[in-house]
T-cell receptor
């Protein structure tokens, strides 16, 4: 079974600075997708960014980018120019990409990000 | 921008009662999911639903749970006899056919007393 590990329960960053959240995963599949979701205090799950495992290029969405290291099974999220609104729980998630494979998302335990003014 | 909606936002019930949580997925999406998040813990998959039937379910999704798409827009999760440990945030999600990204609703906070 696939597992997702987020080793940093909490992180903090100064406003306008850069922070990196770590995520590692374990799978025997070669085709899969990885996601970062943000959960602010309202507890809504908001998609931040996605990465397709077969793509070597790291995904980028405005101030959010990932460092995807397939061989190391690592998928970190970098937030540049941090803003107060970035404060939230961040969840890393895995989804199989295999034909006929599971569609479920497997989540890590989350990292609570605090942004200090 | 289309979004997944869920009602109610908060449900309080007595242990042993039945509850129905409602979701309206994004209109052109064909895959539907329920997830659960107990306070302070990670999000856990419950069930996926496609073409009017369950396509996958987790160990959590036992006989106390059921899902239904009663009409063309709603997707419901029923818990027949709630237990204290069912207290959690329940998220509905949907995805388009042929895509991998799931979009989540705002969640329903279920409190079982």
């Amino acid at each position: 079974a696939q597992t997702v590990t987020q080793s940093q329960p909490e992180m903090s960053v100064q406003e306008a600075e850069t922070v990196t959240l770590s995520c590692t995963y374990d799978t025997s599949e070669s085709d899969y997708y990885l996601f970062w979701y943000k959960q602010p205090p309202s507890r809504q799950m908001i998609l931040v960014i996605r990465q397709e495992a077969y793509k070597q290029q790291n995904a980028t969405e405005n101030r959010f980018s990932v460092n995807f290291q397939k061989a190391a099974k690592s998928f970190s999220l970098k937030i540049s120019d941090s803003q107060l609104g970035d404060a939230a729980m961040y969840f890393c998630a895995y989804r199989s990409g295999s034909q006929g494979g599971s569609e479920k998302l497997v989540f890590g335990k989350g990292t609570k990000l605090t942004v200090n003014p | 921008e289309p979004e997944v909606t869920q009602t109610p936002s908060h449900q309080v019930t007595q242990m042993g009662q039945e509850v129905i949580l409602r979701c309206v997925p994004i209109s052109n999406h064909l895959y539907f999911y329920w997830y659960r998040q107990i306070l302070g813990q990670k999000v856990e998959f419950l069930v996926s639903f496609y073409n009017n039937e369950i396509s996958e379910k987790s160990e959590i999704f036992d006989d106390q749970f059921s899902v239904e798409r009663p009409d063309g827009s709603n997707f419901t999760l029923k818990i027949r006899s709630t237990k204290l440990e069912d207290s959690a945030m329940y998220f509905c999600a949907s995805s388009e056919e042929g895509t991998d990204t799931q979009y989540f609703g705002p969640g329903t906070r279920l409190t079982v007393l």
